[in-house]
């Protein structure tokens, strides 16, 4: 019997259901986005950012690799999935529907600088959009792909 065979046989494999197995409701898991850059990335989104790497899995065969970050756990909240493929020669586009990432924030001005010293570009820097609500503003990550910050603190 094969090592697969063995498995299905002997139930799940819970490290397979890092997102969950008694859900009752949906919820939003993780958005993909392709990288050039795999180590730029990860400064931007973890040194930068503040996110934390959940899982990296590399494929030979595939010639890729993929990596989800998140603020919490699996389990805690949404996750960005980077995906780098190794031998990818040319850019990837955005296309035209793609529109942005969105990170609450407690100091947006802040994290802009800090988002910079990490590989950021700045686009908009933080402003308030009506009259009483929370400051935003957008970064773009080392692959050109936005990000908006929202504050989450008055003051």
């Keep these: ?5 063995a498995k299905a046989d002997s139930g799940p494999d819970e490290s397979l259901w890092v ?3 008694s859900e009752t409701k949906p919820r939003l898991l993780h958005t993909m986005i392709r990288v050039r850059d795999l180590e730029a990335a990860l400064r931007f989104y973890c040194d930068g950012l503040g996110m934390k790497v959940l899982s990296r899995f590399d494929s030979e065969q595939g010639r ?6 998140s603020f919490t756990g699996f389990d805690g909240g949404a996750a960005i ?3 780098h493929n190794w031998d990818k020669a040319e850019d990837y586009t955005h296309g035209s529907g793609y529109g942005h990432v969105s990170v609450g924030a407690p100091d ?3 994290l802009c600088d800090r988002l910079e010293g990490h590989g950021g570009v700045v686009t908009v820097r933080p402003k308030h959009m009506v009259p009483g609500g929370p400051a935003l503003a957008f970064v773009k990550d080392p692959d050109g792909y936005a990000v908006e910050l929202i504050q989450t603190r008055r003051g």
């Design 64 to 69: 890729f690799t993929l990596m989800f970050l």
């Design 19 to 21: 997102w969950g197995s």
């Design 81 to 83: 999935e980077l995906t």
């Design 108 to 110: 947006i001005a802040a």
């Design 1 to 5: 019997m094969t090592d697969a065979v």
